[in-house]
């Protein structure tokens, strides 16, 4: 894979494209970041994978015959690099997806490889509205937000690689079933049973739905004044207000760790067995989310003079008035992909 850092260098022409074609498909790597981000289940890999389909693009820019040629072949190209790093390799998962749940009264055993897992992925890095200055339909972005849920994410590494691509480009990009047959080079008829396969595997395993028990938002003001109760909750460690929050079955996973729990009491015995670690945290809010939810920094008093140092990143899944699901990321080198900063003060 090329270099993240290194530009795409212009070493050609394109004059069916104008002055600057690198500029053209720039606008298009917000997208195809989150494209990649779906099939693949990892910010790292999707973005790796963005990079060699735009540097494949410069190398055959001369063959394309005008702008309206671009998108269509980025997306031919990064499908192809995605189905190139996804061959024989195993899927990554959340922990529902590899153990039963866990009574509560353990602690979190062995880390995983990183490889293991989803990867959580901030809002502004592949949704198009979430963005500074991000224009789309309300009513698009609810779905992008829907198709980046950690849920979601996760039943889509169980389809084949081919019938994910079909899946995200018919129901998420919103492709024609022609489009996506001549990207993948086969018919119409073969996308159309793909995608009633697909539709039908995602659907059995519950992706479609994400969070359990899911009611419509809350109006901002009150979905905020949710969040600072549950932060306040959490950093104060009330486990009885904190569990006042939750829903009935609400869910908590915590990678690189495979232990999760289910249900309020579950979750109670785990912080009373684990509750020495879980004291003193602080929250700091991740700028724009995480896969179409609320997320935080998770920080420790672990630093020298009591500094807080980086602990993980929670991703807050909400059903109405209550929190549905909870997924602590305990992986400090996730801070830098939210922009969050490496120490917080002594309070």
Known sequence: MTDLAEPIGSTGSAPALG???????????????????????SLHEAEDAVQETMVRAWRSVDRLDGP??????????????????LGGRRRRALPMDLVGASSGNV??????????????????????GAAPGGEVDPAD????????????????????ARQRAV???RDVLRWRAAEVA????????????????????????GGAGGAPGRHPELADPERQAMLERYVDAFERFDVDRLVALLHEDVTMAMPPHDLWLQGRDAIVRFFTV???????????????????????GLYAPTGPGGAYEPFGVQVVELAGEHVAGIHAFLDPALFPLFGLPETLPRR
Request: glycine share 6%.
């Open 19 to 41: 002055a600057d074609p690198v500029a053209l498909f720039e606008t298009h790597r917000r997208a195809l970041t989150g494209y990649c981000y779906r099939m693949l289940g």
């Open 68 to 85: 309206a040629a671009v998108k269509p072949w980025l997306y031919r190209i990064a499908t192809n690099v995605c189905l190139t790093m």
């Open 107 to 128: 602690r979190p055993g062995a880390p995983l490889p990183e490889a293991t897992w989803i990867q959580p992925v901030p809002d502004a890095r592949v949704l198009s």
């Open 141 to 160: 972005l609810t779905v992008e937000r829907e198709s980046i849920r950690l849920a979601f994410v996760a039943a889509l590494q169980h389809l084949p």
């Open 167 to 169: 899946l995200i480009l």
């Open 182 to 205: 001549e990207l993948l080079d086969t018919t119409v008829v073969s996308v159309n049973s793909a995608l009633r396969r697909a539709r039908t595997a995602i659907a059995e395993r």
């Open 274 to 296: 684990a509750a020495p670690g879980c004291r003193r945290h602080r929250f700091l809010p991740a700028p724009g989310g995480a896969n179409g939810s609320p997320a935080f």
